[in-house]
Structure formats: structure tokens, C-alpha cells
């Protein structure tokens, strides 16, 4: 097999990838994916499905090491191992960088990631289905469906809202991807979404049926190839030491593929794995695992950085929940990004995002801290290229992090929590309870109550129901498993999470 291209991964990186590289007629592209393609399942296109309790299949499947900082915890550490990666189970919240973010990156890879020009990028890429004050930015002709939600904002969310504005100060905006207007609560999420409330994921949006067959031919004289089912395994090297094609298992097969002039390694959190079983990485740990060393490079599977998670439960008015229902492909009740919560440091720049979503008959506000100083890692185990990696997510392995995290309880929880209660007493904080929060050592002893993640297997004859705004379960296979326990749980969000900036 020979092709000029060939990419590992059909995630949003490789997706676009492969639809992009195959745009010219003249490059042959071979694109691989361990997964299926499942696109046509019920339970990935209806956005409110239970995917992380009853459906494994999905997920890569795999344990974090014990953590430290989180009096020994274990998490889930998986994602998507289907067409479409992560984008066919994750949230679907769509948020792009700032233009803080961007700058940064501009600093760091060139000119393409400038304000200006990342901007560009994204309007090419979305169709926008919203409401904003500043129509220039958005794109309406792009290949991802990208939907605001719900178009009529419920009681629950406008009072959660008008808490987060008094307590914080900061004033409702529309538009969270509106440069003008990066910090503030909204009601509305902007959703990757088809216009009816579908999942709208990268192989949806760039391997739908005008790209590729359903047995994944190009269509339309794309020289396009794609392959499901197909682990890479490692690359294959020349003489010369260049990667030169791709050893894939195929159906209990060992298949070789060459490329021309490029493979791609696009596979989400496995790419530092399949670099390290090719001989690309720490020679030391490579020895220990019998992999021939190719190139000593000990920076990778370091670095790793993975947003902990937390939250905190008020009760509910029963009367605020059934409008919910309205629009259950909305998934969540409102929101917020704000800046750090600690004194002298910067106010105009995103460091917390809040996400208000149902959870047993209670509102939870889900507590991402956007700008961790922890760094993990991903170590090789061994030789068996489906051997999961060892992965330490180094939660709090910075003690900055936690007085962050106390700090957000303690200037924004509260807050909200008195405004929210003087705006409607139903609305009453249970946990963390206010005298947790005003207690140093309660604070941090909170950790303690944390459950690890429990596996479940999917029982074969159930019937997945509806279950409208469950972002818990929705989110809890993978990353997000924590956030059922009490607080302050931590998780580990995805590495690669340029959205949430
Ligand atoms: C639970 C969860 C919720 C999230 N929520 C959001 C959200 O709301 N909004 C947002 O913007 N982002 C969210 N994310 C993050 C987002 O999904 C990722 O940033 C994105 O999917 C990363 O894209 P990627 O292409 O780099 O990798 P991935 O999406 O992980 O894709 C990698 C692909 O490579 C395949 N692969 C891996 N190894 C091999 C191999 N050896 N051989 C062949 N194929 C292989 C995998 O099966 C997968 O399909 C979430 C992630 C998770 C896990």
C-alpha cells in the first residue's frame, strides 16, 4: 500500500487533516482510525445520550496512576476511540481562544496563530447559528454546524446568571466568542451542534458522505482511503531514519503502509504512545520497555496538562425544572468565564470557566480552573503496542493550583451562592456547605471525600433513556468522572483542549 499521505487518527485534527490534504485531487491519502465509524448510531447523534455509563465501546479504555495530591485517587483516563475521536463524545461546547491565548500561541508557532488570522481560520471553518453583537467574526458558510442554546433562556439559567453578574461584577455578555467580550456569565452555550440539536462532530463535518463512501472511498476523485478498525501500531523507518509509512493491525493482521511524503501523527492522547513504541522518546524508559531507540528525545509524554475539575450543589425550585425540557439538546444552564480569582493577578484575562447543568434534581456549577501549573506525564509499559500508557495527570502537583481552586470557592462560590438565595431561597448551596468554604483546613480536607471513579460495563439489552441535561454522565467516562463526587474534586480534563481557553 503507498500513498503520499498518511494520518493516524480521525479526531478533529486528523479529520480536517485528510479532508484538507485530499482537497487536491493529486495527493493520495490514507487515513487510519481504531475505532468505527459509528456516525449513524442513535446514541452519538442525540446529544443528550448517557455515553460514558452505557456505551465503552466508544472509549479508549484506561486508568490514570494513583494521585498524590488527591489523597491517592485514581481517574478515568480515556477518550474517544471512534470516527470523529473526542469530538464524537465530548461536551460539545465550542469556544474558541482568545485573543490573550492567541497571542501567546502566535508567540510560540508564527504568524498562522494571530488574532487576526486564527480568527479567519475559524470563520472559515463554522456556521454559525446564533445571536451576536458582532456578526464580522462569525462564519456562516463553514463545514461545523455550531448552534446557541437554548434559544429562549429558562428561569433557572436567567437566575444563575443575574447571580454570577452580582457576585462577580461582571455583566452578562451574548457572545462568549466574540473577542470584544471574552469574560462574563450568558445563558446561551454555543454548541457543536446541527441546527435540530444532533451532534455536529469532525467526522460528521469532514468525512460526511460528500468525502467519503461508506465503506470510506473518496468520493468525487478524492484519492482518499479510509480505514476503521486500523490500530497503528508503530511507524516504519528508512535507512535514513525518516518515518516512512505506518505498521497497522487490521482484522488480526499485521499491515504495512508506505507514504511518499508525510505521516501524520494526529491520535489525540495515544500520539506520545505510538512516538514512544516506534523508538521516539526517552531512550532510558524505551530501554526498560525493549523498544529500540530510534531518536533519544526526553520530551516526550511530558508536559502534560489536564484542567482539574470541581463543583459546587445548590437546590433547585421544582417549577424551574420541566421548562428545561424545552430544548434538552442544550445540555447546560448557563454559564460563565472569568478572570483568576486571587489578588494581584491579572482581571482581564479568562482563568475560571462555570458551567450550570442539571444533576439529579439539583443545579451543579461544574468549576474548570483554566491555566493549571501541574504538569504530568505519559510513560511507555511496555513493549505491547495495546498496552495502555501510564499516565500520572500530576493533579495539584503545584500547590499554586489549590489556592486557585480555594480561591474560586471562596470569591466566586460564596458569592454567587448568597446572591442566588437572595434572589430565589429555593436556590440554597449543599456543597460545599459555607462553613466548608470559610475553613481553610475544611477546604482542602474536602478531597478526602472523593469516590474513584466507578468502571461499569455496558449491559447488553438496555435501552439507553433520554436523559435531558446530564452533562455528568454524559461527560463522566473519560475525564469528567469526578465532578458526581463531593468537592473538591478533581479530574482530568483533556490535554489537548484548545477550546476551553
Ligand atoms: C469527555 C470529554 C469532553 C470534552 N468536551 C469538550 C467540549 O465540550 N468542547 C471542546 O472543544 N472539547 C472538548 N473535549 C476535548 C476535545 O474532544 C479534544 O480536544 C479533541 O477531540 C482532540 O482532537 P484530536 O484530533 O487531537 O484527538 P482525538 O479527538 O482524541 O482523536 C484521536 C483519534 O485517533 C484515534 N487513535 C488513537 N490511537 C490510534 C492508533 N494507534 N491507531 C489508529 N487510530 C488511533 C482515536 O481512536 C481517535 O479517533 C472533550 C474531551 C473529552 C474526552
Known amino acids: 500500500m503507498n500513498f503520499d499521505y498518511i494520518v493516524v487518527g480521525t479526531g478533529p485534527a486528523g479529520a480536517v487533516l485528510a479532508k484538507t490534504l485530499s482537497d487536491n485531487r493529486k495527493n493520495s491519502v490514507l487515513l487510519l482510525e481504531a475505532g468505527e465509524n459509528n456516525d449513524r448510531d442513535i446514541p452519538i447523534r442525540d446529544s443528550t445520550t448517557d455515553l460514558g455509563n452505557f456505551f465503552p465501546q466508544y472509549f479508549w479504555q484506561g486508568v490514570g496512576v494513583p494521585q498524590k495530591c488527591v489523597n491517592g485517587k485514581s481517574f478515568d483516563w480515556t477518550t474517544g476511540r471512534i470516527a470523529g475521536g473526542g469530538s464524537s463524545i465530548n461536551g460539545m461546547q465550542y469556544v474558541r481562544p482568545t485573543p490573550h491565548v492567541l497571542r501567546h500561541w502566535e508567540g510560540l ?23 451576536t453583537n458582532n456578526p464580522n467574526i462569525h462564519g456562516y458558510n463553514g ?9 429562549v433562556a429558562p428561569a433557572m439559567s436567567k437566575k444563575l446568571v443575574s447571580a454570577i453578574e452580582q457576585a462577580t461584577g461582571f455583566k452578562t455578555i451574548l457572545d ?26 469532525a467526522s460528521t463535518a469532514f468525512l460526511s458522505p460528500d468525502i467519503i463512501t461508506p465503506e470510506g472511498l473518496g468520493v468525487g476523485g478524492r484519492l482518499l482511503r479510509v480505514l476503521f478498525e486500523s490500530t497503528a501500531l508503530r511507524i516504519i523507518f528508512n535507512a535514513n531514519r525518516d518515518a516512512a509509512g505506518i505498521e497497522f493491525l487490521k482484522e488480526g493482521k499485521f499491515v504495512s503502509a508506505y507514504a511518499r511524503k508525510k505521516v501524520i501523527i494526529s491520535a489525540g492522547i495515544n500520539s506520545a504512545h505510538l512516538l514512544m513504541l516506534s523508538g521516539i522518546g526517552p531512550s532510558g524508559d524505551l530501554r526498560q520497555a525493549g523498544i529500540p531507540v530510534v531518536f533519544d528525545n526526553p520530551n516526550v509524554g511530558k508536559c502534560l496538562t489536564n484542567h482539574p475539575l470541581n463543583n459546587a450543589t445548590f437546590t433547585v425550585k421544582e417549577r424551574d425544572i420541566p421548562e428545561l425540557f424545552r430544548d434538552p439538546c442544550a445540555l447546560y444552564i448557563g454559564g460563565a468565564f472569568l478572570p483568576n480569582p486571587l489578588p494581584n493577578t491579572s482581571k482581564e484575562y479568562r482563568s475560571v470557566q462555570l ?28 513493549d505491547d503496542p495495546l498496552k495502555i500508557v501510564l499516565a500520572d495527570e500530576g493533579f495539584l502537583v503545584n500547590p499554586s493550583d489549590l489556592e486557585v481552586i480555594k480561591g474560586i470557592y471562596r470569591n466566586y462560590i460564596k458569592n454567587i451562592a448568597i446572591r442566588l438565595s437572595s434572589i430565589d431561597q429555593a436556590y440554597q ?28 460495563s455496558a449491559p447488553n439489552s438496555i435501552i439507553c433513556p433520554r436523559h435531558p441535561l446530564w452533562p455528568r454522565k454524559h461527560l463522566s467516562r473519560s475525564t469528567h468522572r469526578i465532578f458526581a463526587a463531593r468537592l473538591p474534586a478533581i479530574s482530568c480534563y483533556i490535554p489537548i483542549c484548545a477550546g476551553f481557553l
Open 109 to 131: 508557532l508564527g504568524p498562522l496563530w494571530s488574532p487576526v488570522k486564527a480568527t479567519r481560520s475559524f470563520m472559515e471553518l463554522e456556521n454559525y447559528n446564533g445571536k
Open 176 to 201: 462568549y466568542n466574540d473577542p470584544q467580550t471574552p469574560l462574563g456569565p450568558f445563558n446561551q452555550w454555543q454548541l457543536f451542534q446541527k441546527p435540530d440539536g444532533q451532534r455536529e462532530s
Open 143 to 151: 463545514r461545523i454546524d455550531i448552534r446557541q442554546a437554548p434559544e
Open 355 to 382: 458551567i450550570g447543568f442539571l444533576e439529579d434534581g439539583l443545579l451543579s456549577i461544574l468549576i474548570i480552573y483554566l491555566h493549571p501549573e501541574s504538569r504530568g506525564s505519559v510513560k511507555i509499559q511496555n
Open 429 to 456: 448551596l449543599t456543597s460545599p456547605t459555607m462553613d466548608i468554604i470559610d475553613d481553610n483546613a475544611k477546604l482542602e480536607d474536602f478531597r478526602a471525600y472523593l469516590s474513584p471513579p466507578k468502571r461499569q
